[in-house]
């Protein structure tokens, strides 16, 4: 296994005790063992890697521009500024100790010419898409510890399986036999494709870290954020009533998900909350726990699901083309009648438009769905006016 515990062992063992992230530890032993040291025990498994990726990192400024009105495409931005941001505080930290212990062998030149962002974001491509955490007992690397710890791991030849969200596998590393064990819960049939189980991961995420899409993801959703402002009225009272409903995080800082299938209860609950007046929250505060996750009077919910409606509608309006755009250039790819891309390009149009058309199939249900929704609660209204 490669991971933070074989780097304490190598002649990079000072860096493991400066104040770094995993995932820059991992990526700067891993420049050191693909493209410095020609002894590395992991030499067979690195020279089959992959030369460059297709994940965010290795899209185009014109094909990040094709995920517009996408959360990837800001995900992107931030995340290509971020690396470089990253590297930029490694070079400054960590590359003058790497020049200092790798001197005796190595010129300066030479290893500046190595530690470069393109070889920090093919190391960084190997982590997300190769790497597995593994619980691993603290003994085996530290004797005067006896503790548990997760660390992500290269583990060479497993990291060749594709993925499957409904493969019935699992793995773990077995501290009696010192080895790294897959072990499969269903039938393969002689000759076929084994698969791995990455994990209910959604085509966000495998675009951004994995460089690969499925055409049909049962896991896609659209991320929506709707947090509470601190300078609404009552914001405290507000808050304290979502933290009852277990909606505290949601109110700051995570987003919710959004499926084809299904309206989120947790999403028309936090809005519901949101929309009480000071009157309605001195009646609830001290009312039934939960409350929200029912309609808590006609007005309300209105209020409720026009806004959100209008939210997603302003989301599908972000996007420069419509579904059925995306639907037909895509099965025009899919049936080779286009033939002006090749090789990297083509294979990042296909994602691109792959997870625009899921993005938008989910917006367009979720409208549907709450004008569904709020039919009925506007009959009602109309009918009380004329009352």
Known sequence: ????????????????????????????????????????????????????????????????????????????????????????????????????????????????????????????????????????????????????????????????????????????????????VLRSHQHWPAGSQVYMNYGALPNHKLLTLYGFVLPSN???????????????????????????HGLAEHATSTPFDLYSDSVNDELLASLRIQRLSDTELSQFESGTPHFAFEPIHDDNEKDTLTALIYALQQMLAAFPTAVEDDEAELAARQEGDDEQETGDEASHHVMALHLRVSDKRILHAQIDMLQELLLPVLARLNLASQD
């Open 1 to 180: 296994l490669l991971n933070v515990h074989t780097m304490a062992q190598s002649v990079l063992r000072d860096l493991v005790s400066l104040p770094l992230r995993e995932d820059d530890c991992l990526a700067w032993f891993l420049i050191y063992e693909r493209f410095v040291n020609p002894q590395s025990k992991w030499k067979r498994h690195l020279d089959v890697m992959p030369q460059a990726f297709h994940n965010i990192l290795y899209f185009t400024e014109d094909e990040i521009n094709m995920l517009q009105g996408s959360n990837v495409y800001y995900v992107a931005l931030q995340l290509k500024q971020q690396v470089a941001s990253d590297f930029g505080e490694l070079q400054r930290t960590l590359l003058p100790t790497t020049l200092r212990l790798l001197h005796a062998d190595h010129s300066a030149d030479a290893l500046v010419r190595v530690f470069t962002i393109e070889n920090y974001k093919w190391a960084l491509s190997v982590i997300w898409s190769r790497f597995v955490s593994i619980a691993i007992h603290a003994t085996a690397a530290d004797d005067d510890d006896d503790t548990t710890a997760a660390v992500k791991s290269m583990v060479p030849v497993f990291d060749m399986f594709n993925h499957d969200p409904f493969a019935q596998m699992s793995h773990g590393f077995d501290p009696t036999t010192n080895s790294f």
């Open 218 to 244: 049962p896991f896609d959703v659209v991320e929506l954020w709707a947090p509470m402002h601190e300078d609404v009225p009552s914001y405290d009272r507000k808050l304290a009533l979502l933290t009852a």
